[in-house]
């Protein structure tokens, strides 16, 4: 069995056994625990789920979307079969209808929000993830630092700006990164600040693996460790089901090994790795995985 398929239940059992129900703006209760912490090492174990069926393919095109394409319209995804924002997409008209818990004489209250974003920022997810990550330049930014000034102890980015947090749909979940160079390696800190588990966790952690992965081999680097930091790691309870039935699945059906992740040795430019539908240049091979397991989105 993966390393990372023992340290994701052990996960999930902690919060069901250890967890709180609260209230939130979805009008889904959630079990959370308030932080946690996770550690892989890519040389020794490439992370991607085999107790359910991961669709990497999604995840990898979401992260190329975010940092290579640095879009934030939906439609790229779209084109692309990916539909994982749907949900947050702002209509033709520029306004973004969900029914949530408002928060009215301090107390949660269930009803329509309509936001109106402009029509300039129809068909986008507003000034979030992939915007951010254009305004500032950051992807550039990161590369040429790490093959000109490797020992720099400023390498962050970070998709938490104030001055946009109104005007995009949803916040980045996933909110920031920091690098370093260690020994010919590239290492990262992953800091999410709200982390849906069943649904959310698994597709952000090999979507960053394959990212310093990506980043080292142009870099002239080896991939080295992920540690990834997490606030308010929760299971909706409508999840509460599905996250049993992938630990009954890792209890009693036994090992599975890691997948292993490929990528053309030839693309030396970030910007080259092929993000048609078809990921060229980028592929994960031999995963055997335990079959899908379906988790309703909160809104």
């Not at 329509?112 to 986008?124: L, S």
């Not at 849906?196 to 952000?204: A, E, K, R, S």
């Not at 040795?265 to 995985?289: A, G, R, W």
């Amino acid at each position: 069995m993966s390393k990372w398929d023992k340290d994701y239940i052990k996960l999930c059992k902690i919060i069901l056994s250890e967890g709180k129900k609260v209230e939130n703006r979805t009008g889904i209760n959630t079990i959370k625990i308030p932080s946690y912490h996770l550690h892989f090492d890519l040389q020794d174990e490439f992370p991607c789920l085999t107790t359910k069926q991961l669709y990497f393919r999604q995840a990898i095109l979401e992260m190329l979307w975010i940092y290579q394409a640095k879009s934030n319209d939906v439609r790229w995804l779209q084109e692309r079969n990916v539909h994982i924002w749907d949900e947050w997409e702002i209509n033709e008209d520029g306004k973004w209808i969900a029914t949530q818990n408002v928060l009215e004489d301090g107390k949660l209250v269930k009803k329509e929000v309509v936001k109106d974003f402009g029509k300039d920022m129809a068909h986008t997810i507003g000034t979030a993830y992939g915007f951010i990550v254009n305004k500032f330049n950051f992807t550039d930014k990161i590369i040429n630092t790490i093959k000109n000034n490797p020992t720099d102890r400023r390498l962050v980015i970070s998709l938490w700006q104030d001055d946009y947090l109104a005007t995009a749909v949803l916040p980045s979940c996933v909110w920031s990164t920091e690098w370093d160079v260690t020994d010919g390696k590239i290492n990262m800190w992953v800091h999410q600040r709200s982390c849906d588990v069943p649904l959310g966790l698994p597709f952000n952690v090999t979507q960053y693996a394959v990212l310093l992965s990506l980043v080292a081999q142009v870099c002239g680097l080896k991939p080295g460790t992920i540690d990834y930091s997490i606030k308010d790691a929760h299971i909706y309870v409508n999840q509460v089901d599905g996250i049993k039935e992938q630990i009954e699945r890792f209890e009693s059906n036994g090992d599975l090994p890691a997948p292993e992740l490929w990528l053309n040795p030839e693309i030396n430019d970030f910007y080259k790795f092929d993000n048609s539908k078809d990921l060229k240049d980028i592929k994960i091979k031999n995963y055997k995985h335990m079959g899908p397991i379906r988790f309703p989105i909160a809104q």
